[in-house]
């Protein structure tokens, strides 16, 4: 009896801590799609598990999968608006989340500080506080705690056969095959069916993280890069996996999302054999801090010369490692970003070649018609004519992080590099100067992303001058080492 205890428990969804396979390597959750009413299940030498007991089905053909019945859980809600180093913050409750865990001798400590608003007893409160936070703040997000997990029965039916259980497990030889409304695809691993705490369907994939990462990586960088670059990536990706679990989706009984808020993932069908090739050569490497954490290491397409600090992006604790750095091929200048005439000098000069000079990422001009400012001024309630702009603070790289908008009927500031960016109509990044004309203003800007951590397109640069993977991230993440966690 307490063998098919440990079954269960071992599939606790709504726990983040990783499962290991029998060869040792963590296993991760992707949460494929929520709330589909019915899905379509097939694959060669199809095994259907019911994880409550230990009935083995093996079935041929297609298997439809419905929810008979289900009872919502509950859950207390939170709006997380950053992270933090600190016990406190004041006006605020701060949560740890996350866990500790041992893989291969090292201890990976994903726990974290979150800066947060609530307990909210329901999500749609919780909702609509999140929208106060994200017109000051696009990186607030929501959060929930499991205080009752749902419960519930369902359906496997083939043309010969009908499983139930409360909980639902497929593994097939070379990968299970799901179809739903508004998505489809083929998976390794094994694939779940599940409910998330409102009592909906959710398909969920648990998988390696070496087979996740090759699944995800041709994504992030294209398969004919150069082979250091696609490695550095690599490495760059399974620390993002790492660092996001614990961090994202508390209360969902996955790790992450497969669509873009988490990291696009389309099983097997997105693999390449050079970014393949890439993870295979880089197996459990992982990049670790002076203390033997994992690093946080993101990255974006390209810096535009000088990569920023995550703290003034992410207003969270100053880490270290990603704090912004120069990014340029030749000497680095005299210049301090964050100054007005400093920042100009450096965008508008040819002097200055990234190592991520490209054509329209580098730098790149933008028009912005004063009719679509008189628009963003009524939108942000500040009168109906655009007066002028001013920047109130830029980060290191020189990326706008407080812009002071000025209409006639009042003024106006937007905080964060991504809500300037969205607000102005979708720029590739907020390191820019301006010039006004009659009926315009012209932005001359830099680089494309956030521009913390490695520059995707330095990378790809420093690759063609002959760097190897490790002086590569040993660049974009000063002070850290390489480790093998399995
Ligand atoms: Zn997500
Ligand atoms: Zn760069």
Same mark, same amino acid.
């Given at each position: 009896?307490?063998?098919?205890?440990?079954?269960?428990?071992?599939?606790?969804?709504?726990?983040?801590?990783?499962?290991?396979?029998?060869?040792?390597?963590?296993?991760? #959750?992707?949460?494929?799609? +929520?709330?589909?009413?019915? $899905?379509? /299940?097939? !694959?060669? *030498?199809?095994?259907?598990?019911? @994880?409550?007991?230990?009935?083995?089905?093996?079935?041929?053909?297609?298997?439809?999968?419905?929810?008979?019945?289900?009872?919502?859980?509950?859950?207390?809600?939170?709006?997380?608006?950053?992270?933090?180093?600190?016990?406190?913050?004041?006006?605020?409750?701060?949560?740890?989340?996350?866990?500790?865990?041992?893989?291969?001798?090292?201890?990976?400590?994903?726990?974290?500080?979150?800066?947060?608003?609530?307990?909210?007893?329901?999500?749609?409160?919780?909702?609509?506080?999140?929208?106060?936070?994200?017109?000051?703040?696009?990186?607030?997000?929501?959060?929930?705690?499991?205080?009752?997990?749902?419960?519930?029965?369902?359906?496997?039916?083939?043309?010969?056969?009908?499983?139930?259980? #409360?909980?639902?497990?497929? +593994?097939?030889?070379?990968? $299970?095959? /799901?179809? !739903?409304? *508004?998505?489809?695809?083929?998976? @390794?691993?094994?694939?779940?069916?599940?409910?998330?705490?409102?009592?909906?369907?959710?398909?969920?994939?648990?998988?390696?993280?070496?087979?996740?990462?090759?699944?995800?990586?041709?994504?992030?960088?294209?398969?004919?890069?150069?082979?250091?670059?696609?490695?550095?990536?690599?490495?760059?990706?399974?620390?993002?996996?790492?660092?996001?679990?614990?961090?994202?989706?508390?209360?969902?009984?996955?790790?992450?999302?497969?669509?873009?808020?988490?990291?696009?993932?389309?099983?097997?069908?997105?693999?390449?054999?050079?970014?393949?090739?890439?993870?295979?050569?880089?197996?459990?490497?992982?990049?670790?801090?002076?203390?033997?954490?994992?690093?946080?290491?993101?990255?974006?397409?390209?810096?535009?010369?000088?990569?920023?600090?995550?703290?003034? $992006?992410?207003?969270?604790?100053?880490?270290?490692?990603?704090?912004?750095?120069?990014?340029?091929?030749?000497?680095?200048?005299?210049?301090?970003?964050?100054?007005?005439?400093?920042?100009?000098?450096?965008?508008?000069?040819?002097?200055?070649?990234?190592?991520?000079?490209?054509?329209?990422?580098?730098?790149?001009?933008?028009?912005?018609?004063?009719?679509?400012?008189?628009?963003?001024?009524?939108?942000?309630?500040?009168?109906?004519?655009?007066?002028?702009?001013?920047?109130?603070?830029?980060?290191?790289?020189?990326?706008?992080?407080?812009?002071?908008?000025?209409?006639?009927?009042?003024?106006?500031?937007?905080?964060?590099?991504?809500?300037?960016?969205?607000?102005?109509?979708?720029?590739?990044?907020?390191?820019?100067?301006?010039?006004?004309?009659?009926?315009?203003?012209?932005?001359?800007?830099?680089?494309?992303?956030?521009?913390?951590?490695?520059?995707?397109?330095?990378?790809?640069?420093?690759?063609?001058?002959?760097?190897?993977?490790?002086?590569?991230?040993?660049?974009?993440?000063?002070?850290?080492?390489?480790?093998?966690?399995?």
């Amino acid at each position: 009896m307490w063998l098919l205890a440990l079954a269960i428990l071992s599939i606790n969804p709504f726990s983040k801590v990783l499962n290991i396979d029998d060869k040792g390597r963590p296993l991760v #959750r992707i949460g494929l799609a +929520t709330g589909v009413g019915e $899905v379509l /299940v097939s !694959g060669s *030498g199809l095994v259907l598990r019911d @994880p409550d007991g230990s009935m083995k089905v093996a079935g041929a053909g297609e298997w439809k999968v419905r929810l008979v019945s289900s009872e919502p859980g509950t859950a207390r809600w939170w709006v997380g608006v950053s992270y933090t180093d600190r016990d406190q913050v004041d006006g605020y409750v701060v949560n740890e989340r996350g866990f500790v865990m041992n893989l291969g001798g090292m201890m990976l400590d994903l726990r974290r500080r979150i800066v947060s608003l609530g307990p909210y007893s329901s999500r749609r409160e919780a909702l609509r506080v999140l929208g106060q936070q994200k017109k000051l703040n696009e990186y607030a997000f929501l959060y929930s705690d499991v205080v009752q997990r749902p419960e519930g029965i369902f359906e496997a039916r083939s043309s010969s056969s009908t499983v139930r259980g #409360r909980a639902l497990a497929f +593994t097939a030889l070379r990968g $299970v095959t /799901v179809k !739903g409304k *508004g998505f489809s695809g083929t998976y @390794p691993g094994t694939v779940y069916v599940l409910l998330d705490i409102r009592g909906r369907l959710v398909v969920v994939n648990e998988l390696p993280l070496e087979t996740y990462v090759r699944g995800i990586l041709p994504g992030e960088l294209f398969p004919s890069a150069p082979m250091e670059a696609l490695k550095a990536q690599a490495i760059a990706a399974r620390g993002q996996v790492l660092s996001k679990i614990g961090a994202r989706h508390l209360g969902d009984p996955y790790h992450l999302c497969a669509s873009v808020h988490c990291q696009v993932y389309k099983g097997l069908a997105s693999v390449h054999s050079r970014t393949s090739s890439a993870v295979k050569k880089t197996t459990g490497l992982v990049l670790v801090d002076s203390h033997g954490h994992p690093v946080d290491t993101v990255y974006s397409a390209a810096c535009g010369g000088h990569t920023e600090a995550a703290h003034r $992006v992410w207003d969270g604790p100053v880490v270290p490692y990603l704090t912004g750095r120069f990014d340029l091929t030749g000497r680095r200048p005299a210049l301090n970003l964050t100054r007005e005439r400093d920042i100009r000098t450096f965008i508008m000069s040819p002097r200055y070649r990234g190592a991520c000079s490209r054509k329209g990422v580098y730098r790149w001009t933008v028009r912005i018609p004063l009719s679509f400012m008189d628009a963003l001024v009524r939108k942000l309630g500040a009168g109906r004519k655009f007066r002028r702009m001013r920047v109130l603070s830029r980060g290191n790289s020189g990326r706008i992080m407080e812009l002071l908008i000025t209409g006639d009927g009042g003024d106006t500031v937007l905080h964060g590099e991504l809500t300037i960016r969205r607000r102005l109509g979708g720029l590739k990044s907020s390191m820019f100067v301006w010039d006004r004309t009659r009926d315009a203003l012209i932005l001359h800007g830099g680089g494309y992303g956030h521009g913390v951590g490695m520059c995707q397109w330095g990378a790809i640069g420093r690759a063609r001058a002959g760097w190897d993977y490790r002086r590569i991230l040993k660049f974009y993440y000063p002070g850290s080492r390489l480790v093998r966690i399995y």
